[in-house]
């Protein structure tokens, strides 16, 4: 449980917008460690979310903001939502590079019309720790660089990747700095279970005055589902609420990056597919708080099993994805008919696509990459390449260009 810093994906970036751009918005998960990273190149820090430090700002942001030395962090800034015109006022009278920072945990069309940081704000999303960035290899060479080089079997192979129930251990234990790093056992339960509720109770209805009893039955009824492509019909049924409230509620869940819909992946070659999205939970640990599980449950339910494994292996994913110079986005794909279904697919320029299945087993086979064959076939040369992740220590080819490989493989 070390206070060490733990370098992020972000961090890289993070170094160059500040060098070239006069502002940048730094958004995601509430506690994903945005304030941390943030703090390390600014001069200037002040809380937003403390009622002292932002009286002041409340009165005059733009004397306030002229007062510290930059680079500024303003942290929580949706707490005063009027920094960020101010903000816009600084950087239209000096565009110098390095002036302020911005961190939130809300997306910032969720408390204004009309978003003045267009065309003066950068905006870098950050996720939860992923688990390349607790072992410390953010700046060797990713999984997602590899496959796009078109060679799965140049992935990295652990010398000692987890078994089955270590997966789910890592999934529930969660890439919140707190949970990753910090907090074991009953803390970490605790933790969970006060974030979520905090969220569910606090946050979510302080935004939008939701009844917070039918936003914590509706989050239950996505959790049991993620990683699903489950019909609206059945999750609105399912949590008993109606299609107008279900759909503010997964706006509002997106909007505190809890809930993450990754799009269905279309292409003319293909012209029968499923155009339902795929819904994630961000974070696996969130999963077992919400339906208070643990490792020993989570193997006594294979429904439940095969939904952690992959929401975790989506969150490793999601983490690179929002900083990779590859400029890559996540889909996933599904036809119509049921015959072909591939958990994701990571979109890179020039519509070339990789493929990832993801199996919660130690004996995968050619067999449970036949979906991705089906679209290497299909694509030809758009396809790069193909990889299942699964449970096992072992990395082996299936076919032409696609390999099985464990998910420590990822990092």
């Known amino acids: 449980m070390s206070d060490q810093y733990v370098r992020r994906f972000l961090d890289d970036e993070l170094s160059e917008v500040i060098r070239v751009h006069p502002a940048v ?9 945005k304030t941390t990273t943030a703090r390390r190149y600014a001069k200037s820090v002040v809380r937003l979310d403390r009622p002292a430090e932002a009286a002041a700002f409340v009165a005059d942001a733009d004397a306030a903001l002229a007062s510290f030395d930059e680079p500024v962090l303003l942290d929580e800034w949706q707490a005063v939502p009027g920094v960020l015109g101010a903000v816009k006022r600084a950087v239209d009278d000096d565009s110098r590079p390095g002036r302020f920072i911005l961190t939130g945990s809300i997306r910032a069309d969720l ?14 999303d950050m996720w939860g720790l992923s688990e390349r960035e607790i072992v410390g290899s953010t700046g060797e ?30 999934a529930l234990r969660g890439g919140f700095p707190d949970t990753a ?7 970490r339960d605790r933790w969970l279970t006060s974030y979520l509720d905090q969220l569910l109770t606090r946050d979510a209805v302080d935004i939008s005055g939701r009844d917070p009893v039918l936003l914590e039955r509706y989050f239950e009824t996505l959790a049991l589902n993620s990683a699903g492509i489950v019909a609206d019909n059945t999750i609105f049924g399912a949590a008993a609420v109606d299609r107008r ?22 292409t003319n070659r293909l012209s029968r597919l499923v155009k339902t999205p795929k819904r994630y939970i961000t974070d696996a640990s969130l ?5 208070r599980m643990d490792a020993r449950s989570v193997m006594k ?45 990571v979109e890179l320029s020039g519509d070339r696509v ?22 290497r076939d299909t694509l030809g040369e758009r396809f790069v390449a193909g990889v299942v992740l699964h449970t096992s220590p072992s990395l082996f080819a299936l076919s032409d260009r696609i390999a099985a490989a464990p998910i420590a493989s990822l990092w």
């Open 25 to 33: 918005l730094v958004v995601g998960p509430r506690a994903s460690g």
């Open 111 to 124: 408390v204004a019309e009309t978003w003045p940081g267009t065309g003066r704000l950068i905006r870098l």
């Open 141 to 170: 060479r990713g999984p997602l660089a590899v496959l796009a080089a078109g060679d799965p079997m140049a992935l990295g192979t652990p010398t000692a990747p987890p078994d089955l129930v270590g997966y789910i251990e890592l």
């Open 181 to 187: 790093l910090r907090l074991d056992g009953s803390g």
């Open 245 to 266: 409230t279900a759909n503010a509620y997964e706006r509002l869940l997106s909007n505190l990056f809890v809930l993450d819909a990754v799009p269905a992946w279309l």
């Open 287 to 291: 999963i077992g708080a919400a339906l």
């Open 301 to 345: 339910d294979g429904d439940i099993l095969g939904r952690v494994i992959d929401t975790f292996v989506a969150a490793q994913l999601r983490s690179e994805v929002a900083v990779s110079g590859l400029r890559p986005r996540l889909f996933h794909l599904r036809d119509k008919n049921g015959r072909h279904e591939i958990d994701l697919l």
């Open 354 to 375: 990789i493929a990832i299945e993801v199996k919660a087993s130690s004996a995968p086979s050619r067999a449970d990459g036949a979906h991705i064959e089906w679209l």
